[in-house]
């Protein structure tokens, strides 16, 4: 039981695995690099799924930390109740733009179902 009596939700969590880039998702990039990293998408339930692209094979340790980190801090530990929408608004913040980490926010693509 949480404070004053009341249950408290399980939180959000992220795996890895794959994505559909047709649906709505996330794309991070790394340092001044252009080419996506990661992409997360939405999974079920309070779930988010993150696929690490071909870029990621080539990153240290340390940058896939870093990485690491920034998915579990916005995703899962900032505790806001709309993490998606959270995500979304960071993108637009001098935060993301100053980060290592830089997200990316990619619509849903016309004529998709998902």
């Known amino acids: 039981m949480g404070a004053r009596g009341r249950q408290r939700k399980p ?3 992220w ?6 880039k047709g649906a709505e998702h996330f794309v991070m990039t790394y340092r001044a690099e252009s080419e996506p990293v990661a992409s997360i998408g939405k999974g079920q339930r309070r779930t988010f ?3 690490f692209e071909s870029r990621w ?3 240290d340790d340390d ?5 690491k ?6 995703l899962v530990e900032l505790g806001e109740p709309d993490p998606w929408a ?9 935060a993301n733009v100053y980060s290592r ?3 990316g926010y990619v619509p849903r693509r016309k004529g998709t179902l998902s």
């Open 57 to 59: 094979r080539e990153l």
């Open 15 to 20: 795996v890895e695995g794959p994505i559909d």
């Open 11 to 13: 939180g959000f969590r």
């Open 63 to 67: 940058s896939m930390n870093d990485i």
């Open 101 to 103: 980490v830089h997200w």
């Open 86 to 94: 959270y995500a979304i608004y960071h993108c637009r913040t001098a």
């Open 49 to 51: 799924v993150v696929q």
């Open 69 to 74: 980190a920034e998915l579990d801090f916005y």
